[in-house]
């Protein structure tokens, strides 16, 4: 499912999809470079993208730009093992908590707003 924005992304871009959640403004895109572009026009609090597989999670601008990583715990473009890696978003408290499900327990917690 893709929303259209009243920003002229989709035509830049591609189909992208974007939610309020929480009173977040939330966007998601498939490939990393896209999903900094949408990061950087400070029109959503979190960009997700996924691509490359590999965590990350920085600050562009006022924009959160997460990549969860594979919850598979495989890089397919390296064709290897690396470590399994998820993000949960808390919309109560604002926070993006990452996770290695091997430690059962989270090892990044990033505030919002």
């Known amino acids: 499912m ?6 002229d992304f ?3 871009f591609g189909d992208y999809e974007k939610r309020d959640v929480g009173g977040l403004r939330i966007a998601m895109h498939h490939f990393d470079n896209i999903a900094e572009i949408l990061a950087r026009s400070s029109v959503y609090d979190i960009v997700f993208y996924g691509h490359n597989h590999i965590y990350n999670i920085e600050r562009k601008e ?7 990583g594979t ?3 495989y890089d397919p473009s390296k064709k290897r093992d690396i470590p399994a890696t998820y993000i949960v978003l808390d919309t109560i408290t604002n926070t993006l908590t990452s996770y290695l499900p091997e430690l059962v327990k989270p090892f990044e917690v990033v505030k919002i707003n």
């Open 10 to 12: 989709e035509n830049l």
């Open 2 to 7: 893709c929303i259209r924005d009243r920003v």
């Open 71 to 73: 919850v598979m715990g």
């Open 62 to 68: 006022n924009t959160i730009l997460a990549n969860p």
